[in-house]
């Protein structure tokens, strides 16, 4: 069973930063797409960054400038790196993963999610 365990989530003023990781556990063979999605409430989940094909990336046109989404393969390890925050980036943010199993399957995982809050 593949777990997806985000952390680093909290209380921030509007310009602070926050780094997000995202730590895959479990019969994992090899990860090539990652995602960081968030979702604010009475909002539909949106994509916020993601990183492929090795270090391929792309953003949210809204994030783009002000954060980073970064990876540790031999971690299993997935980053955000947000700075400049802003209230509009208050919302719950999810890790996303394509997961190949060392049994040759793929699965589509989702962590739980970590809050982020940021006061204007």
């Known amino acids: 069973q593949v777990q997806l365990v985000e952390s680093g989530g909290g209380l921030v003023q509007a310009g602070g930063s926050l780094r997000l990781s995202c730590v895959a556990s479990?019969?994992?063979?090899?990860?090539?797409?990652w995602s960081w999605y968030r979702q604010a409430p009475g909002k539909q989940r949106q994509l916020v960054a993601s990183?492929?094909?090795?270090?391929?990336?792309n953003y949210a046109d809204s994030v783009k400038g002000r954060f980073t989404i970064s990876r540790d393969s031999a971690k299993n390890t997935l980053y955000l790196q947000m700075n400049n925050l802003r209230p509009e980036d208050t919302a719950t943010y999810y890790c996303?993963?394509?997961?190949?199993?060392?049994?040759?399957?793929?699965?589509?995982?989702w962590g739980q999610g970590t809050q982020v809050t940021v006061s204007s």
């Open positions: 990183i492929y094909s090795g270090e391929r990336t």
């Open positions: 996303n993963a394509a997961v190949w199993d060392t049994r040759g399957g793929v699965s589509d995982r």
């Open positions: 479990g019969s994992i063979a090899r990860i090539n797409y």
